[in-house]
């Protein structure tokens, strides 16, 4: 036997509730606001009679069975690199099957790297949020990292400098080098202006480097990407760094931390819609 109130509002309104809330008020011609609140939404829904009444909570529980949740808004950059679709493919070919001649690096830089207070999540006692300072200075200017994923081991190489320039990035390049002799590197990286310099590419030609260059706007492409996001989130949130030195320190224990535990890359969006693709989509999926 069923235990509680019967409800009152049935699946069929229940589901309309749903579908109204995913829409904006501009497509109900509302001007006076552009996104809706809960009391806001529950007025828009009485007006249109498709309820009689309902309270702030009866419809946080209807959105929240219906799986409808508050999101944060994202944006979309197009690419207009006409041979977005070969260029990724490529880069998804070399994640699925790495060639047996060598290994597949994925290159980038992560910064800058500023000394400042960062906002980030902790565990504490209820209503008592951890506190940073607001006001900091730039005395001591920013630096800059140059990092290197190798999808075999899955361990991260990298490097600070206070610049990011080309002889930067060849400095990385020959480090990569040196640790692999005799293998050929597949490196995978973004359209950076000092990853193209002609010194750059002479040098990767007559080294056994292949170049791999990401379609215009497909740096999320970059399989290292994930791995600056873990080290944002772990290593730099929350914290206050009062120096280079001890924020370098910081980055270096995580990163240490990272390798040791550290695994072969595989398996990269493999049920993503970017798969099926056969043209460059208008908008985001």
Known sequence: MERGRPRTISDEVREHICLIARTSPADWKITAFSTWSLSKLAEHLVK?????????ETLRRILRAGKVSWKITTTWKASTDPDFIAKMRRVLALYDTPPTDGRVICADEFGPLNLMPRKGKAWGPVRRPRRLRATYNRHDGVMHMLAALDLATGR???RIRPRKRWHEFLGLLKALRARWPGEKLYVVLDNFAPHKHANVRAWAATHDIEL???PTYGSWLNWIEA??????YFALNGTDHRSHNEQNTAIAAYIRWRNARAEPKKAFATESPIRSWTDYPAKAA
């Open 156 to 158: 991260l190489y990298y």
């Open 48 to 56: 249109q009679k498709v309820t009689a009444s309902i309270s702030r």
């Open 227 to 232: 791995e600056f996001a873990a080290l944002r």
């Open 212 to 214: 791999v260059f990401l």
